[in-house]
């Protein structure tokens, strides 16, 4: 795994630590950790462009992809490392082409990312404990929480909600979207679903994927 990450372009490296944090304001993308932890940070947005308080989401260790995450009116992300932690930026183009022969790899990297974001996510959060493995076309029943054993995408639409009760078209449009073992989804009525694997979307083009332009 790492020897394709070794031959990504990287745009820069950086070094990230408590007085240098990687924020949204900084150059979105894909980054991956080279060195030292790197720990995600949702942080409150005070009025007066002040900042409250800030938990924590995840962590991630050398090896492990991030994508920068959009801010909103409340609340925005930071990423905060250790003591000389340093990460970089890898052109997403060369990182989808590099990846296009190699699926399983690219599903563990990105549902590796997923899973840690949702693990915190999650808590105090009902899941109902009956799941269905989404992995092939076919008729969906609602009141179960439908996952994906590795990585598998279903096109987003209002009768498909996340674990947040918010329908997926909200969150992605008409866009796909990813489903893992933590980030599942749910539905309102029973449906029909095509779902999708990562090769599938990437195709020999080595195209990004939609719901993961950057």
């Known amino acids: 795994m790492m020897k394709i990450l070794e031959l990504l372009t990287i745009k820069k490296s950086l070094t990230i630590n ?14 991956i950790v080279e060195s030292g932890m790197l720990y995600l940070f949702a942080v409150t947005q005070l009025k007066g462009g002040l900042i409250g308080a800030r938990y924590q989401i995840a962590s991630f ?11 909103s009116d409340k609340e925005t992300f930071i990423f905060i490392g250790t003591q000389n932690t340093r990460v ?21 990297l990105l549902s590796r990312w997923i899973n840690k ?20 076309d076919g008729i969906y029943q609602p009141d179960v929480s439908l996952f994906s054993h590795l990585l598998h995408w279903v ?19 008409d ?18 679903l095509k779902i999708k694997t990562t090769a599938s ?7 990004t994927p939609p719901s993961l332009s950057t």
């Open 18 to 31: 408590n007085s240098s944090p990687l924020s949204v304001e900084d150059e979105k993308g894909l980054y």
């Open 61 to 71: 260790e050398p090896g492990d992809i991030f994508f920068t995450l959009d801010s």
């Open 88 to 108: 970089s930026q890898i052109d997403s183009k060369s990182f989808f082409l590099g990846y296009q022969d190699h699926s399983q790899l690219f599903d563990g």
């Open 117 to 136: 974001i949702c693990s915190n996510l999650l808590r105090g959060i009902h899941i109902p404990k009956i799941g269905v493995a989404l992995e092939k």
């Open 155 to 173: 096109k987003a639409d209002e009768n498909i909600v996340g674990f947040n009760d918010h329908s997926l078209q909200e969150w992605a449009q």
């Open 175 to 192: 866009k796909w979207f990813p489903v893992t073992g933590k980030q599942v989804v749910f539905l309102k009525e029973e449906q029909t």
């Open 201 to 207: 979307l990437i195709g020999k083009t080595g195209a």
